[in-house]
C-alpha cells in the first residue's frame, strides 16, 4: 500500500483511538465521584435502596470498571450495606420473617465477598460480619435449638484470615464465653485449656 | 438486456489484479456477514437452550418440590419442565422434597430417567407422594442433600437446579442462609425454576442469588417452558440487515466504475 493511503488510514485510527481513550478517561473520574458519593450515602442513614455505587459508562462493555478493578470492592460495599440494614439491633425485627430474609441477602452478600476478594483484611471483615449474623439467626430462630458453630467458624475464620482483626477476636471470645458452648462439656473443656481462647485462634504474640 | 456502460481503457491490465482483490474482498466480507448471523443464531440458539434446562454445570442435581403448595393448578408447568429435562438428555441427579428430601436418582443418570416420573404430573392422576410425604416446603433440606450428592460424587463444576412454587417454610429461614452461605462458599450456582411462584417469592430469591452467580426462572403458563428467557439479539440482526441493506442501496445507486477494452479505431 502506498503512503498516500497509510498516511489518512493512521491518522483516522489514532483520531479514533484518540476519542476512546478521552472517554475513558471522562468515565474513570466519574467512577472516582461515584465511589466518594456512594460511600458519603453509605454512611448516613440506612435506607431501603441503599447507595448505587453505579456510572453509566459511555463506552459499551463498562472498560472503565475493569480498568480500575473496583468490582470487589463494590461488592464489599454492597455487602457491608446489606449487613447494616440486616443488623438494626432490633429485636422485633430480627425476629420477623423481613429480618430473615435482610439477613439472608446480607449473608450471601457477604460469603461472595469471602469468596472472591483478593484482599485478606475484607475478607476477614466480611467473616466477622457474617459471624455476626449468623449468631443473630441463632438468637432469633424460632425453634430455638440452632447449633452456635456456624458463627464460631465465622469468627476463627476472620481470624485466620486476619491476625489484627481485634473484632472478630473479641466476638470469639465472648462466643466461646457467653455462648452454648460455656455450658456444654466441650465448651468447658476448652475454656479450661485456655484463659484467652478466643485469642488463641491467632498466634501467640511475644511479651515485653 | 442493454450493455452496462464502462470507460474504455487501453491499458486494463494495469487494473486487473486491484479488481481481483477488490471482488476477494467483497466475496470475504460478505461470507464474513453470512457467517456472523449463522454464529450468532447457533450461539443465541445453544445459550437459550442451555439456560432454558440445566445450565452449564456438569451433572446437575435437579430438586423437585412436591409439598402440598405446589398443587394441582401446577402439575402441568411442572410436567412441561421436567419434559425439558428429559429433552436435553444429560447426566442428571435428582432430589425430591418436601419438607424433608430423598435422594430419587443418583448422579450420573441420564435424564430420560425422569420419564416414568412424568405421568404423575399429568392431570388428575395419582400422585404417590401425597399422601404421606408432601408437607410444607423446605428448600434448605433440597439444598443440603443436593451439595452432600455432589460432594460424594465428586463433582467439580456441579450445579443445581431446584424447581417449586418457592413459597418456603418461614421456620427453614435459619437453615436456608446457612445453606446458600455455602453453596457461595463452595462456589456451586442455584438455579431455580419458579413455577407460578408469588412476586415477592421470587424477588426474595432473585436477591439473594444474585450474588452468588445464581438465577430465578419463572414459568407462569406451560407454553412457557424453554422460553422463559429470550435471549435470540433481535436488536443486533436488525442492525445487521440494514447495514446489508444500506451496502446494497449503495452497491444499487453508487455502481462501481467498470472498464472495457478501447476499440481501436481504423
Redesign the interface.
Known amino acids: 500500500m502506498s503512503r498516500r493511503i497509510l498516511l489518512p488510514v493512521g491518522a483516522g485510527v489514532c483520531a479514533a483511538a484518540a476519542v476512546v481513550l478521552a472517554l475513558l478517561a471522562r468515565d474513570v473520574g466519574r467512577w472516582q465521584d461515584a465511589i466518594r458519593s456512594g460511600d458519603v450515602a453509605a454512611a448516613g442513614h440506612v435506607r431501603a435502596e441503599g447507595p448505587a455505587w453505579t456510572v453509566d459508562e459511555t463506552l459499551p462493555f463498562a472498560p472503565a470498571k475493569h480498568v480500575l478493578g473496583v468490582g470487589d470492592d463494590l ?1 464489599f460495599r ?2 457491608a450495606v446489606l449487613f447494616r440494614r440486616a443488623y438494626t439491633r432490633d429485636p422485633e425485627l430480627e425476629g420477623s ?1 423481613n429480618g ?2 435482610l ?3 446480607a ?3 457477604l ?2 465477598v ?2 472472591t476478594d483478593a484482599n485478606l483484611r475484607r475478607r476477614s471483615a466480611a467473616s466477622n460480619m ?1 459471624g455476626i ?2 449468631l443473630v ?2 438468637v432469633s ?3 430455638g435449638n ?1 447449633p452456635i458453630d ?1 458463627s464460631v467458624f465465622e469468627f476463627q475464620d476472620a481470624v485466620r484470615l486476619d491476625r489484627s482483626n481485634e473484632a472478630a477476636k473479641a466476638n470469639l471470645e465472648l462466643v466461646y464465653q457467653q455462648g452454648s458452648f460455656g455450658g456444654s462439656v466441650r465448651g468447658r473443656e476448652r475454656l479450661q485449656r485456655s484463659a484467652h481462647s478466643g485469642a488463641s485462634s491467632s498466634a501467640p504474640g511475644s511479651g515485653y | 438486456m442493454t450493455p452496462r456502460p464502462s470507460i474504455p481503457l487501453s491499458s486494463i491490465r494495469t487494473l486487473a489484479r486491484g479488481s481481483r482483490f477488490t471482488l476477494a474482498a467483497r466475496l470475504g466480507l460478505a461470507v464474513l456477514l453470512v457467517g456472523g448471523l449463522v454464529a450468532v443464531f447457533l450461539l443465541s440458539h445453544r445459550r437459550q437452550h442451555d439456560e432454558s434446562f440445566l445450565g452449564s454445570g456438569t451433572s446437575p442435581v435437579i430438586a423437585l418440590d412436591v409439598s402440598w403448595s405446589v398443587g394441582y393448578d401446577r402439575s402441568k408447568l411442572i410436567e412441561q419442565t421436567l419434559k425439558s429435562f428429559v429433552e436435553a438428555q444429560r447426566r442428571i441427579g435428582f432430589v425430591l422434597f418436601s419438607d424433608t428430601a430423598y435422594e430419587a436418582l443418583p448422579i450420573g443418570t441420564r435424564s430420560d430417567a425422569l420419564q416414568p416420573f412424568l405421568r404423575f404430573f399429568r392431570g388428575a392422576g395419582a400422585n404417590p407422594w401425597r399422601a404421606t410425604f408432601s408437607a410444607g416446603t423446605r428448600i434448605s433440606a433440597a439444598l443440603d442433600l443436593a451439595h452432600r450428592m455432589l460432594a460424594d460424587a465428586h463433582v467439580r463444576n456441579g450445579s443445581v437446579v431446584l424447581v417449586s412454587d418457592l413459597a418456603d417454610s418461614p421456620s427453614d429461614e435459619t437453615d436456608l442462609a446457612r445453606s446458600l452461605v455455602t453453596f457461595q462458599r463452595d462456589a456451586i450456582p442455584i438455579r431455580m425454576i419458579g413455577i407460578d411462584p408469588n412476586r415477592q417469592d421470587e424477588q426474595f430469591f432473585r436477591e439473594a442469588l444474585r450474588s452468588g452467580g445464581g438465577s430465578v426462572t419463572t414459568v407462569r403458563a406451560a407454553s412457557a417452558v424453554g422460553r422463559a428467557e429470550p435471549s435470540f439479539p433481535v436488536l443486533l440482526v436488525v442492525v445487521v440487515v440494514l447495514v446489508a441493506l444500506l451496502l446494497a442501496v449503495n452497491e444499487h445507486v453508487l455502481g462501481a466504475l467498470t472498464w472495457s477494452r478501447r476499440r481501436e479505431t481504423a
Do not use: F, G, K, M
Open positions: 461488592d454492597r455487602a420473617s430473615a430474609q439477613r439472608i441477602r449473608e450471601t452478600a460469603a461472595h469471602i469468596r457474617l449474623l449468623a439467626d441463632v430462630a424460632p425453634s440452632v456456624r
